[in-house]
């Protein structure tokens, strides 16, 4: 069973741009969740989508959005980046049918943003 | 007052010994508990899942929960060098489904 997958592994932008990350979750996983890993924060939740819609969101300014599609994978866009967005970007799929919260990460994104 | 502590460590341990990883947490709501092992540059791996309170085994792994303390508790039996890597405790309410993340214990494991 294929994992997580997430794409690009590294992107690279500059001060102001904008960045796009995407995300396709497990075969059958409907739930898609994204956190930011910046270094010495741990793990931060930014957001949840299922069946298409946004269900929660983390402690984030609005220019951090995205979208689930039909397929059940996810976009996270990031608008007019700042120095302290660099971070990995990390995406994970979980199955609403199962009976606990089990999350499985994918590889993540790392930005960078100079 | 952050809702997940753990100690970030580093923890340098012999091959062999066996190793205690915790995490605090201080909403009584929580009632899924993980843990989940990250090597370097690469995503979280789901090592334990526990609901409630208890103790679950698998294999030289044990994960225990003590509610009442607030308390959640890694054991990892006969440590080898492949189990260096980063550990973060996880947990979630009931009915919620984000996850909340201690900052990671960073554990080597000395041939």
């Known amino acids: 069973e294929a994992g997580v997958t997430q794409s690009p592994t590294h992107l690279i932008k500059t001060r102001g741009q904008q960045a796009t990350l995407r995300c396709s979750p497990i075969s059958g996983h409907t739930s898609v969740y994204w956190y930011q890993q910046a270094l010495g924060l741990g793990l931060q939740f930014l957001l949840w989508y299922d069946e298409g819609e946004e269900r929660n969101r983390g402690n984030f300014p609005p220019r951090f959005s995205g979208r689930q599609f039909p397929n059940y994978s996810s976009e996270l866009n990031v608008n007019a980046l700042e120095l302290e967005d660099s971070a990995l970007y990390l995406c994970a799929s979980r199955s609403l049918a199962g009976v606990g919260n089990e999350q499985f990460f994918g590889p993540g994104t790392r930005l960078t943003v100079l | 007052q952050k809702e997940v502590e753990q100690d970030p460590g580093p923890l340098s341990v012999p091959e062999g010994a066996i190793v205690s990883l915790n995490c605090t947490y201080s909403n009584s709501a929580f009632q899924y508990f993980m843990w989940y092992r990250q090597y370097s540059r690469k995503g979280p791996e789901l090592l334990m899942y526990?609901?409630?309170?208890g103790n679950k085994e698998d294999g030289r792994f044990t994960a225990q929960v003590d509610k009442s303390s607030k308390y959640i508790s890694l054991f990892i039996r006969d440590s080898q060098p492949s189990d260096s890597a980063t550990y973060l405790c996880a947990m979630s309410a009931t009915g919620a489904n984000n996850l909340f993340f201690g900052t990671g214990t960073r554990l080597t494991v000395i041939p």
């Open positions: 526990t609901y409630s309170s």
